[in-house]
């Protein structure tokens, strides 16, 4: 009999309850994560064959930075200095990092190595050139340049890098002072002013690779410093020399995306059922309401924790005690008491209720918990037995029936009082 009401009472307020029910707006009810799942999914459908179908009309081109290669260059000059014949006794070449004496040095020979690292074999040429520059400047360091002449002292060097990692260039020159020197009295001849002239060597090796993103060019650059027409002098280097750290190269990598296999068309229609799918999900589905209950109930039973008995049934009527209306003061008033406190969880409703009890003195105390209150108001109330309501015969007057002295009919007995 209790089940029959249970099953009664679930029926009748399911349909109360949920208003947007499938019976009224003919909308199916679905998970709320899979129908928001679903509903993003043909969104993200969506918007992927519509841009597929502007990539399949027109060409779409965007740049990207890339890290293609990391390379390193070091530089050495070196250089002999070649005295004059007869200059001194057995010696023909002095010593590098010397002072020399003008008058005895007849050339210079310098010899400049290059060193190129990268992380990988790489495909490219190497050109390699050594100039003179005779340049002249006003007596003092650091003072600007006034003159300047350049001349090749030898043809460019090339060479071809084919799957190699680490390339080395060598080169040596012999650069004879003499006809320098000539060109600085002429000069001094014409301006008629003091300066220092200098003779630079300088040699520059030019790495091209090929790589994805095209063509890319490393300079690397030594030089020998030897002033002119000067009594006493010693040569300066400038080069590159140590070890060096890879260093990366990044290009900018143009991509173009153009889907000509496929007609733009086809991405349309595609888009369009896409919608279509999305738009009937939306408008025919709904999502299940929110229910806190059970989060809400496990708070409750950390409030009466060491108070709560859960039984297996509700054994009281509400209608036979006080409402508590807050749970907080119970859960309070039970701890300080030690009283314990009576639990029942109704799963067998259209919706979870929890019965909380209590006994105190001479009243009893209880609490119900649900999402639904104003559900659970309209199940609670009596329903209305329908009665059938059987109508009074109404009696026949005195005068109205026939003699019966002799009848055996049974005469109808008035109440009491009626005449």
């Known amino acids: 009999m209790k089940q029959h009401q249970r099953i009664s009472q679930r029926t009748t307020a399911q349909r109360t309850l949920f208003p947007i029910d499938q019976q009224q ?19 993200l459908l969506v918007v992927a064959f519509l841009a597929a179908a502007l990539i399949a009309w027109r060409p779409f081109i965007f740049n990207w930075q890339m890290r293609m290669i990391e390379t390193s260059m070091t530089s050495e000059a070196d250089y002999a200095v070649h005295l004059k014949d007869n200059a001194i006794d057995s010696i023909q070449i002095a010593p590098a990092d010397a002072v020399y004496l003008d008058e005895l040095v007849d050339a210079v020979e310098p010899t400049f190595r290059v060193h190129f690292t990268a992380d990988r074999t790489v495909t490219g040429t190497a050109r390699t050139t050594i100039n003179a520059i005779l340049q002249a400047h006003q007596p003092g360091e650091g003072q600007p340049i006034v003159l300047r002449t ?3 002292l030898q043809d460019p060097v090339v060479a071809e890098i084919t799957g190699l990692a680490d390339y080395v260039s060598d080169q040596t020159v012999n650069v004879n002072l003499d006809p320098f020197r000539e060109q600085v009295t002429a000069i001094r001849s014409r301006l008629n002013q003091t300066l220092a002239f200098e003779l630079v060597i300088v040699s520059q090796t030019f790495i091209t690779l090929d790589l994805p993103g095209g063509s890319e060019t490393f300079v690397e650059t030594a030089s020998l410093l030897i002033p002119l027409q000067e009594p006493v002098f010693r040569i300066t280097r400038q080069d590159n020399r140590g070890p060096a750290e890879l260093q990366p190269v990044t290009q900018t990598i143009r991509y173009q995306i153009h889907l000509d296999s496929i007609p733009y068309m086809i991405f349309l229609i595609a888009a369009g059922l896409s919608l279509l799918s999305l738009i009937l999900l939306a408008a025919t589905t709904c999502s299940r309401p929110k229910d806190r209950f059970w989060k809400t109930l496990r708070q409750m039973k950390r409030q009466l924790k060491g108070r709560l008995i859960l039984i297996a049934d509700k054994a009281w009527d509400p209608a036979w005690c006080v409402s508590i209306a807050d749970f907080d003061s119970l859960a309070e008033t039970v701890q300080k008491l030690k009283q314990p406190v009576y639990g029942y969880v109704d799963t067998f409703s259209a919706w979870p209720v929890a019965y909380f009890y209590t006994l105190s003195s001479e009243n009893n105390y209880c609490y119900i918990y649900t999402e639904h209150p104003e559900a659970l108001d309209q199940m609670m109330e009596p329903e209305e037995e329908s009665e059938t309501v059987m109508p009074l015969p109404i009696l026949p007057e005195a005068d109205e029936l026939p003699d019966s002295d002799s009848s055996s009919e049974i005469r109808p007995i008035r109440p009491f009082g009626s005449d």
């Open 150 to 152: 350049e001349q090749a």
């Open 25 to 43: 707006t003919s909308r199916r009810t679905m998970n709320r994560w899979l129908r928001t799942s679903l509903l993003l999914v043909f969104t």
